[in-house]
């Protein structure tokens, strides 16, 4: 899409308007994707030109998504006939990612001052234009903010190659929430309140809190749609989603409810941390002049979120496992035993105290040895399973050695992959992770699945 400029413009005011004062004005502007000329159509609105709403929110004082619609009421004026004629003829022929309108506020006093935009959305064609039947003199177009429109994305769809990211691949929280918001085609700031006090927590934290993209996955070849997941960290963290003065914010509910300044670490629509902001809410909801709301019959029974320095997701796919545990080499029981794995005279450490992995100088000239090993536990797997496999290593003039095997529950012949993803009779032993390896392997047969890693081989002189 490219919205360059406006191709329609309606000018209003508000219910205050005092003649010969300045006054606040509002102006329309909607955009059609490509359209590159500088006319601009005037035409004219209603008595009640403009209306925002929120979408089912249900009378419930927590909603982590508030999502706005807007509705534009348009009239036919005779001398703007021909623009009012066009417009007709844009709307009913249009789909969802044709029009933009842009809301901006200002003030007039002689002459037009404008200042911030404070709504924007895209057009949505479905039971979105009503009109008169009689002469068609009037129309109501709706549209909506780009949350909703993040419901029809999927993290990931692809029902051929179903598992999209590899076992390790992860994205922080952060990161998540940026790619969220750019779904909705803005390219607007993000304003976050981790929580109910942000000024009290000493760093950024949803930039150093990771989930495992797989965990993403509803069913095989397709993930959850940016929408829910943007839904689930707003319950996770206690958020409150909006837009607002062409920003989006993430307040915490806690902060809402019982502070009056708020502060927010504020990223732009890249994910960049900008800067610390601290925006004061007051103490009452100004719904006009008379800043005299009144909270009537809806339950204001809530949780107050408290400070997360992690998160876990639990993944929809019941059946999704880690087969190897410790995999990482994370936790070890001693000096030379390596919990979840079984070790036949093969000497190993633990590498790293805070990364894992293994470490060894153990090493053969016997090609054909086979004996002194780290073998993992065996977990079931079942013929038509899909597995992510993954493995790295770091080598000294040795080879690395080992073999992902599954042992048959009718005690059939084992199948060892290959360094194309496939299982087979044939004995094959894994070195460098090879290019183009797949994400996911087909597991052909019922059994028990282990992982052996074999003493490296000698290739030059050991260090």
């Known amino acids: 899409m490219a919205f360059i ?28 994707d490509g359209y590159s000329s500088t006319t601009v159509y005037p035409l004219t609105a209603s008595s009640s030109p403009f209306i925002i709403e929120t979408i089912d929110t249900e009378g419930n004082a927590f909603v982590p998504i508030m999502a706005t619609r807007a509705t534009l009421n348009i009239v036919k004026n005779e001398y703007q006939s021909t623009n009012y004629a066009e417009l007709l003829q844009d709307f009913f022929t249009s789909d969802d990612n044709d029009y933009m309108i842009v809301v901006t506020k200002g003030t007039y006093n002689g002459a037009y001052t404008w200042n911030n935009v404070i709504w924007r959305g895209f057009f949505i064609p479905v039971d979105s234009i009503q009109y008169s039947p009689v002469a068609l003199n009037s129309l109501s177009l709706t549209f909506v903010d780009g949350l909703s429109r993040t419901k029809n994305k999927k993290y ?51 930039e150093n809190m990771y989930l495992k993209k797989n965990y993403l996955m509803e069913q095989y070849g397709e993930y959850l749609n940016y929408y829910d997941i943007l839904e689930y960290l707003c319950n996770r963290f206690g958020w409150e989603c909006f837009y607002k003065n062409d920003k989006w914010y993430l307040t ?31 103490g009452y909801m100004e719904i006009d002049s008379s800043s005299d709301f009144v909270q009537t019959n ?72 086979t004996i002194k090993v780290i073998r993992s536990f065996g977990n079931d797997v079942k013929a038509g399973d899909y597995l992510n496999v993954r493995w790295s290593d770091y080598k000294f003039n040795c080879d690395a050695r080992y073999w992902v095997r599954i042992i048959p529950s009718d005690n059939s012949g084992a199948q060892y992959l290959d360094n194309t993803g496939e299982f ?40």
């Open 5 to 32: 400029n406006p191709k329609y413009e309606i000018i209003f005011d508000d219910i205050y308007a005092v003649d010969g004062g300045t006054n606040t004005v509002y102006k329309a502007q909607i955009y059609k």
């Open 156 to 206: 990931y769809f692809n029902l051929t190659n179903g598992i999209g990211f590899n076992a390790e691949d992860t994205v922080t929280v952060k990161d998540l929430l940026i790619d969220c918001f750019s779904k909705t085609e803005f390219n607007l700031d993000v304003w976050v309140n981790e929580y109910y006090k942000t000024a009290n927590v000493a760093s950024r934290n949803i």
């Open 252 to 282: 915490a509910y806690g902060a809402l409810t019982r502070e009056t300044d708020i502060s927010y670490y504020v990223y732009n629509a890249a994910g960049v941390y900008q800067s610390t902001q601290v925006l004061p809410i007051g």
């Open 298 to 369: 809806q339950s204001l029974l809530v949780s107050f979120n408290r400070a997360q320095k992690s998160y876990t997701q639990f993944s929809p796919i019941y059946n999704v496992k880690q087969l190897v545990a410790n995999g990482w080499f994370l936790s070890w029981s001693g000096t030379n035993n390596v919990d979840s794995w079984i070790e036949t005279g093969m000497i190993a450490t633990k590498l790293s105290p805070t990364e894992g992995g293994l470490y060894t100088t153990d090493t053969t000239t016997n090609v054909g040895e």
């Open 424 to 463: 087979t009779t044939t004995v094959t032993y894994l070195n460098n992770y090879p290019v183009g390896f797949p994400k996911q392997v087909l597991v052909p047969i019922d059994g028990s699945i282990d992982i052996t890693i074999f003493r490296p081989l000698e290739t030059g002189p050991r260090r």
